[in-house]
């Protein structure tokens, strides 16, 4: 089993900064690609950002630019970096642990979650 467990949600300003953390723990063999997803009311759960083990990212279009993802192997954690926040960017954000081949595959792995709001 692996935990996951995302932190640094919280409300901000449009055109504000947050950032997110996802630490791993438990009974982890190795960490491959991690990647962190967003969930508005009524809407599915989609992709934001992918990285690989190497550092090799992948990005939502709706995104790019914005957000970077990052990780520290050593210490099994992956970072969201969102700069110029829009209110379309509110969501629930997930961390998820999976493997990259041209694109992502999500385990069933994930954090609980944590809410992003982006409000005036």
């Known amino acids: 089993q692996v935990q996951l467990v995302e932190s640094g949600g919280g409300l901000v300003q449009p055109g504000g900064s947050l950032s997110l953390s996802c630490a791993a723990s438990g009974n982890i063999f190795s960490i491959n690609a991690m990647a962190w997803y967003r969930q508005a009311p009524g809407k599915q759960r989609d992709l934001v950002a992918a990285?690989?083990?190497?550092?090799?990212?992948n990005y939502a279009d709706s995104v790019k630019g914005r957000f970077t993802i990052s990780r520290d192997n050593a210490k099994n954690t992956v970072y969201l970096q969102m700069n110029s926040l829009k209110p379309e960017d509110t969501a629930v954000y997930y961390c998820?642990?999976?493997?990259?081949?041209?694109?992502?595959?999500?385990?069933?792995?994930w954090g609980q979650g944590t809410q992003v709001t982006v409000s005036s």
């Open positions: 990285i690989t083990r190497g550092g090799t990212t």
């Open positions: 998820n642990v999976g493997s990259y081949s041209g694109r992502y595959y999500p385990s069933k792995y």
